[in-house]
């Protein structure tokens, strides 16, 4: 009897235990989500468009009153920018253009390297990097290098097109040079299941693409026509950019990836090399004897900082529910891109490590 007595009351104050435990947690949650609307609610009135915002520097090394900006590409190109809670993350489009603008406003800075380690990514973004690196270069006559890292494939190198001088690590893997759009087409799946598309369509072409029908000719035709379209001007704008003949470059253009080695036998790159290469050649071609080596760093607000400690407290919950978005593109749609490299990643199989 006593014993029971005993048990019972261990019980009573294991559960009381437990309750208060997990009562205070979800006060401390509540205050701390509380927190975050009172410091975002105070800041909106001080509310700055991420392209005004001054960037910090960060010394990376090197000395002098003269400077030498570090701007990193990486990842998939793409102008779409991401959003953690309620933070918004600049898209790798806008973080360029705006570490450019800034460049550019500084007389100080003498070179710009891109240190790129992208599979490539969509036509239009690749497109609008690759021509504000052409207007930054006409508006202050400075130079651009760009140095290749693990991967500078596709889109990545359409990018590369407008620097004066390329250097690539000897394990870097460039080329793909081309276009894709990739699709997938269950309709004999469908049709097996019994899965019908009764989509209401103004015309033969507007589901042009779609997964649940079979392509047609005239659609395939439509497609090939845009691919071929986009595909010329990604060759033009190399033979442009390397000074080679357009046939030339049609010859390596066939989608085939190139080390950094035979990317420098067919002409694709100057020079094998590491970043301090890269540094060393930005002043060769600018007449410094020394410089400092520089990035810009992204200023964060008071709301920003809360926010990342509650990332951390709460974690990533967000989940992805298609390849496509896992391999961190949306199709369809028409892209520069090496698709082998984010299968790779997708899957964790072993890549180029």
Not at 66 to 79: A, Q, R, W
Not at 268 to 287: M, N, P, R
Not at 324 to 346: E, I, K, V
């Amino acid at each position: 009897m006593e014993d029971n007595k005993k048990k019972s009351r261990v019980g009573f104050w294991v559960s009381t235990s437990l309750a208060i435990f997990f009562f205070l947690c979800c006060i401390v949650l509540s205050i701390s989500f509380m927190g975050l609307f009172v410091v975002k609610g105070a800041l909106t009135t001080q509310v700055e468009d991420e392209s005004t915002k001054k960037l910090s520097e960060t010394v990376i090394g090197g000395s002098g009153t003269d400077k030498i900006l570090l701007i990193p590409v990486k990842g998939v190109i793409t102008g779409q920018s991401s959003k953690k809670l309620f933070q918004e993350t600049p898209s790798i489009v806008d973080s360029v253009k705006q570490q450019l603008k800034q460049a550019r406003d500084d007389n100080a800075i003498k070179a710009v390297i891109l240190e790129i380690n992208s599979p490539g990514g969509g036509i239009t973004a690749s497109d609008i990097i690759y021509k504000k690196v052409l207007e930054f270069k006409e508006q202050t006559n400075k130079k651009v290098i760009v140095c290749m890292q693990d991967v500078a494939a596709s889109g990545a190198y359409y990018i590369s097109a407008a620097a004066d001088k390329i250097i690539s690590h000897p394990t870097t893997i460039t080329g793909s040079i081309g276009v894709i759009m990739p699709l997938i087409n269950i309709a004999n799946l469908a049709e097996k299941y019994g899965i019908q598309d009764n989509s209401i369509k103004s015309g033969d072409m507007k589901s042009i693409g779609s997964p649940l029908k079979k392509m047609s000719d005239a659609e395939r035709k439509v497609l090939y026509d845009i691919v071929d379209e986009m595909y010329t001007r990604f060759i033009n704008i190399i033979a442009a950019g390397r000074n080679m003949e357009l046939e030339d470059v049609r010859k390596l253009s066939d989608g085939r990836i190139y080390t950094g080695v035979q990317a420098l036998e067919n002409g694709l790159v100057d020079q094998l090399g590491y970043i301090e290469d890269a540094i060393t050649l930005a002043k060769d071609i600018t007449g410094l004897n020394e410089a400092k080596v520089i990035k810009y760093k992204r200023a964060f607000n008071l709301a920003e900082i809360f926010e990342g400690s509650m990332g951390n407290l709460l974690g990533d919950r967000t989940i992805k529910f298609s390849l496509q978005a896992s391999a961190g593109y949306d199709f369809p749609g028409f892209m520069y891109l090496w698709t082998g490299y984010q299968q790779n990643n997708l899957f964790k199989w072993p890549a180029f490590n």
